[in-house]
């Protein structure tokens, strides 16, 4: 708006300073002898003064329908809010403005017209792109070379957007062509259009972010519900298991499954990639490796994850996704842990009294190939036996420097806090990482079960 | 994000750069979209690290390109992108070479 009001101010002084017709080039006024000519001369210089004050009045009328013009512009351009909308509203108000048959209006790769349909895209675009590269206005009128045909005239003027060009209106046959008037009242309504443009980019902006933020709240109950809410009581095991999903949720996920006809079972698997796709395929991870363990005849870790594979692959594979997971089965007969590894790290194990150690997967993750590499093997899990399986939330942990917190740092904590209970441990792993990362933001979930053997 | 992807007899080769991850991988799969032949070379000689969202972008190009009777191949990986292989076991599902030259040869033998 304030540069409208300086360009209408500047003009006025312009006409203001304008020299009589019969003035001389020196300034002063020659007046002829003969009465007759001085009556003409003085008739002449009201006639003059009097087209001067028409003009005066013309521009003041026009300067204040410019000004009302603006400010019908910008209140009704108010109410629309998305960008579209917005884009829409400018167009046909800067038709019935310059009466023009009609306008263009372009921001990035949206284009609106009004009337709809009022030429090809694809010619316009041409325009549009020139002008704003020229970053000045550009008139064109019939006839000209550059005019598509049945054009008569074409004012394109750029639109400034957070400081940049960005956009451009442009306005179709104005009937008898567009007048110095036109182009400056053309000018203030693609100022106009840009504050307003900007505006609803903003609160599109907002918009996104805010049912980004609804999507990631709901995941986030997704996933922390699917999670079990009790964990197993076995009478030889000391057991912890916790979840902390990160802010963009992850696809991490555990399981207890406890039937009356076999011994427990645990799952923990960690879906590829983030957010509310990742919770959604966990949820259906979930599923099918929990039937399988309460289901399966004469399930075993390796067996489980077979069967997932196998119910999964498909699906998996329409989703460009895969999980990586541990299945693990307890023999509190023969103080043996059996477990199967698809592709999932870290796994930690660490016999009574040893060194904490890396259990490296053999097979694939599940959804990768139509048959799971899987095998089973066994521990020997007697009292003081510890299992330490988490997601990769733990290595990847990164501190302010971008430095990872990695898997010797994580055996070393393993070792260090191995006497502890379970619970103790899982805090210690905790409080570990969160010293590590010092404040940094928790980029992945952060999942973890610990199970020790006990008396 | 432009991929900076090229052409050799009917390999398609595919050359990334810096962190392989979730920003990258929808770029990736768009690519495969446009995939001339599914030979396919992937070069990780200047990935210095790989997620879960890249694996699995990598496991989907492999999957499309095997079912049209090729295959996705990777070389020069860097030792932390290797790790990554050997740990999630992903090693045993790709066809890996040490060099470009080995990986699009092994297309003709």
């Excluded at chain 1, 003009?11 to 300073?17: F, G, K, Y």
């Excluded at chain 1, 410019?66 to 512009?73: G, H, I, P, R, T």
């Excluded at chain 1, 103790?424 to 792993?429: D, E, F």
């Amino acid at each position: 708006m304030t540069s409208v009001l300086t360009q209408t101010t500047r003009q006025m002084t312009e006409v203001d300073v304008v020299p009589p017709i019969h003035s001389a080039p020196g300034g002063s006024a020659v007046w002829p002898c003969n009465q007759s000519i001085a009556k003409g001369c003085l008739l002449s210089r009201q006639l003059q003064s009097e087209r001067d004050l028409e003009q005066m009045t013309e521009q003041l009328v026009e300067t204040q329908d410019l000004l009302l013009a603006m400010y019908d512009l910008a209140k009704a351009t108010r109410s629309h809010i998305g960008v579209g909308e917005v884009l829409r509203h400018l167009a046909r108000e800067a038709t019935r403005l310059v009466y023009a048959q009609g306008a263009v209006l372009c921001v990035g790769p949206t284009m609106v017209q009004y009337p709809e349909d009022l030429i090809d895209e694809r010619v316009m675009n041409k325009y549009l792109l020139a002008a704003e590269q020229r970053t000045d206005d550009l008139v064109l009128s019939a006839p000209h070379p550059a005019l598509p045909e049945g054009m008569r005239n074409l004012c394109i003027l750029p639109i400034q957007i957070r400081g940049n060009i960005q956009g451009a209106l442009g306005l179709i046959n104005r009937e008898g062509g567009f007048t110095a008037p036109d182009l400056k009242l053309a000018r203030a309504i693609a100022e106009q259009a840009g504050a307003h443009i900007e505006h609803a980019m903003l609160y599109q902006e907002t918009l996104d972010q805010a049912r980004l933020q609804t999507e990631m709240a709901v995941a986030r109950r997704v996933q922390l519900q699917l999670l079990p809410h009790t964990r197993p009581s076995v009478s030889t095991l000391d057991i912890y298991a916790e979840s902390r999903p990160a802010l963009q949720v992850g696809g991490d996920f555990y399981d207890f499954v406890t039937e009356s006809d076999r011994s427990l079972m645990l799952i923990l698997g960690d879906v590829s990639g983030k957010g509310v796709s990742a919770a959604m395929i966990m949820g259906m991870v979930r599923f099918a490796a929990r039937s399988a363990a309460r289901f399966l005849p004469d399930a075993t870790p390796a067996s489980i994850l077979s069967r997932t594979n196998n119910d999964l692959y498909d699906d998996l594979t329409l989703l460009d996704s895969f999980t990586t997971a541990f299945v693990a089965q307890y023999d509190p007969n023969h103080g043996l842990m059996r477990y199967a590894n698809a592709g999932h790290a870290p796994v930690i194990y660490r016999a009574p009294g040893g060194r904490a150690q890396m259990l490296e997967a053999d097979g694939v993750p599940v959804g990768v190939l139509p048959i799971s590499l899987s095998e089973d093997y066994t521990l020997a899990f007697p009292p003081g036996a510890l299992l330490v399986i988490t997601t990769d939330g733990f290595n990847e942990a990164r501190d302010p420097d971008g430095t990872m917190f990695g898997y010797e740092r994580l055996l070393e904590f393993v070792d260090e806090f191995a006497d502890q209970p379970a619970q103790v441990i899982a805090y210690g792993l905790y409080s570990a990482i969160d010293g590590f990362t010092a404040g940094h933001t928790q980029e992945d979930d952060q999942t973890l079960i610990v199970i020790k053997g006990i008396p | 994000m432009a991929l900076n992807t090229r052409s050799i007899g009917n390999v398609g080769v595919l050359d990334l750069h810096g962190r392989f991850d979730a920003h990258m991988a929808p770029a990736v799969i768009e690519w495969y979209g446009r995939l001339p032949s599914p030979h396919v070379v992937i070069n990780l000689t200047d990935v210095t690290f790989i997620d879960s969202s890249a694996l699995a972008a990598l496991a989907g190009g492999m999957k499309r390109c095997r079912q049209r009777d090729g295959d996705l191949r990777l070389c020069a990986l860097q030792q932390p992108v290797r790790v990554i292989f050997e740990l999630t076991r992903m090693n045993r599902a790709f066809e890996i070479f040490a060099t470009e030259a080995e990986a699009i040869s092994s297309f003709t033998h």
